[in-house]
């Protein structure tokens, strides 16, 4: 509804909603939503829509309205999304058909936890109620584990993905010292570098790995990284390579979209860049063919493609948990409070020692729009993250493994 | 040396080594070793062999002899080979030159780390040192992710992997509930399979993933799999599986190594499974081509292949931890005893609670032979694995998460 135009909370019932790529942590949200409602007099029901806007449309429900609290804190816990998720991109029929369940069981509340186009599906929703006089508050609750929200310092769903990525690359660093040669590892992210970055999070001596960092904020020459690899091999005897999914050409077409066969698309028209080795695969065939020998022999190169592991993995981080839970929470405190829609984005107040909060922001300004590394994280060279991006991801990751040298 | 052909221990220096992929504790075995030839007063200096046989001929070696407790520590709970590995598999004349360097030092006690290769290698070597009257004790220490040495009820190393991967389809499993289609996951196991049921370790009602277990064990028919996967669409919505990286056909060829184009192969004339997306992206590619559509769509399918964070992921199972050091202790204990050669090998004295010893065994029980899975571990269907194997596994991992339903 419109800013201003009621003075308190309405009465009504109240549905929450998970949407698109799961999270380690988008359970904390919806649990996050639920506990704040429960407390509410002027909520009746609490409902909980089965995929997404599918189960909105189809009227497809939990009743979370009295759900025990040990259940919710296990569910809290839990990865991926427990209502379960969609990757449908309602238009205006949908979000029609989404409206028409809300009037018909008098939902005065709509939470939907995802990103940017979940935020515009709420954006739409609104318009919707407010063209009709249908008073309904909107709520997006932020999620992905791409960081690429506006008005964010960060995600929830972000930090638990940036500790997979960072353990992921500490493991994989020793692995390559142990067995040199050139090893790449894919990692998601379509627009925005954030979770390729977390990959540099752990490297310690000049040596170690990750050599190079490839976000999609930079353009990827793939003559320039036969020379970076190069360079690498002839210093280190090895290098360790940190490769967005997203990486793309001057033309800004999407390097992996070039080279996968049979792909599919999404219902946003995405060519499918997850769930699948070939962007890994393509770029090492490439070094096989065009690095310089290393004693007579062609380098020993390998891919791997993180994979989806990286957004479901059952370790969270501490901070993001926490944090995902109270997004939830205060969403369900702007509902008590009174008579404003809004997107929750999280607020750093302090790095050291780390502390941040909740705030409000229009819908409008997250709504379908796209944030990108800011230029002070990535090095001049275009190839490699800076300290300030990494001071900046130490705090959230939760503690990490200690490593012991001979 | 021959069993027998002595009494005690003899003087001489040590020499310990590590080989073949790493693992989350390969380290442990490295310091087990270290620690109990440092109480030794028979053994003058503990060299530590840089990347395996490699620094053995090049005699690349670091003094282990004084290294601290505190460093020992640190060492042992940090992933992947510290001193370094290596896929040389040594001929007669390779051996010839690692004996060379053994006598030129005057090292009587050869530690080698590693997998049935590794224990290849100290067969031939102490055949070397019995040929020439050279008096020398060869130690193989076992350690693999597959879990395919004989004598062993399990290996060193298979179970932190066991543990990450059934966390990652723990993980994946809630991922595919959430956004329902086919996912396939690729596992390492060249040979066996145990390390690919660890796939179904998390599996709680009958709904959940992995609903098949591919394993080199049996063999595997293309045809067969879709119709599997189309049985699973029609009864859950939704199917994730689980494939060895070393299924085959009829023939005995793996099928990854047919569907790899420009794959590399290593020393031991193996062909590249690991390190390339192309088996997942190709079972991907004919699924989409062959499954019955759903509600007229072909359905959602993704692949992901594990990758090397199996072997290297910095959180490792405590089981595996203490295990391995107790491996490469017991070796150590076997070189004070006296007089024997041999392998070490894991024995489970009881599985309720619990409890496990090391035996010894002769290098060539182990050398250079694979052990497959029992065929109680597997389904008679072919396409899973049993209870039996489940309960075999679940006391090796240590703790997992919960999960929480709604």
């Known amino acids: 509804m419109n800013a201003g135009s009621s003075s308190g909370p ?3 019932n109240a549905v929450v909603a998970q949407s698109g790529g799961p999270t380690a942590v988008i359970n904390q949200s919806l649990v996050g939503v639920v506990e704040g409602l429960q407390g509410m007099n002027e909520i009746g029901k609490i409902y909980g ?11 497809d429900f939990v009743d979370l309205s009295n759900t025990p609290q040990e259940t919710l804190d296990l569910v809290a816990g839990t990865p991926s999304a427990g209502l379960g998720s969609t990757r449908d991109k309602p238009d205006a029929d949908y979000c029609a058909r989404i409206f028409a369940t809300l009037r018909d069981l008098d939902i005065r509340y709509f939470f939907y936890i995802g990103g940017n186009d979940s935020s515009d599906t709420c954006r739409i929703v609104n318009e919707l109620s407010n063209q009709s006089g249908y008073e309904l508050r909107c709520f997006h609750v932020p999620k992905t584990v791409d960081n690429d929200l506006m008005e964010n310092d960060h995600t929830p769903g972000y930090a638990s993905a940036a500790r997979y990525v960072a353990m992921a690359f500490m493991g994989d660093n020793l692995d390559n010292a142990s067995i040199p040669g050139v090893k790449i590892n894919v990692v998601m992210g379509r627009h925005a570098g954030f979770l390729t970055g977390a990959a540099a999070l752990m490297r310690g001596r000049e040596q170690d790995g990750p050599h190079y960092v490839y976000v999609p904020e930079r353009t990827f020459s793939l003559e320039k990284f036969v020379t970076d690899v190069d360079q690498a091999m002839s210093k280190h005897g090895r290098c360790q390579i ?14 992996g979209a070039k080279l996968i066969e049979n792909a599919q698309t999404d219902a ?4 499918q860049l997850s769930g699948s080795g070939a ?12 690095l310089k020998p290393v004693g007579g022999k062609v380098p020993r190169v390998r891919a791997d493609t993180l994979g989806y592991a ?14 995902a839970r109270q997004a939830g929470r205060f969403a369900a405190g702007l509902a008590k409070s009174g008579d404003l829609d809004g997107s929750i984005a999280i607020v750093r107040t302090s790095n050291d ?5 909740m705030k409000r ?6 709504a379908a729009k796209t944030r990108h590394m800011p230029d002070e994280f990535i090095a001049k060279s275009g190839n490699n993250v800076t300290d300030a991006f990494r001071d900046w991801l130490r705090p959230l990751v939760g503690p990490m493994p200690k490593v012991g040298r001979l």
């Open 242 to 255: 940190a490769v967005s999914e997203g990486i793309q050409d001057e033309d800004g077409t999407a390097i």
């Open 310 to 323: 990286q957004r479901c993995w059952p370790d969270p981080s501490p901070v993001d948990q926490q944090e």
């Open 353 to 357: 020692p780390y502390k941040s909060g």
């Open 279 to 290: 962007l890994g695969d393509q770029l090492a065939s490439l070094l096989k063919e065009k």
């Open 10 to 12: 309405i009465k009504g």
């Open 361 to 366: 922001v229009d819908l409008s300004a997250v």
């Open 49 to 59: 829509a089965r995929h997404g806007v599918r189960g909105m449309v189809a009227k």
């Open 268 to 271: 946003h028209g995405n060519v």
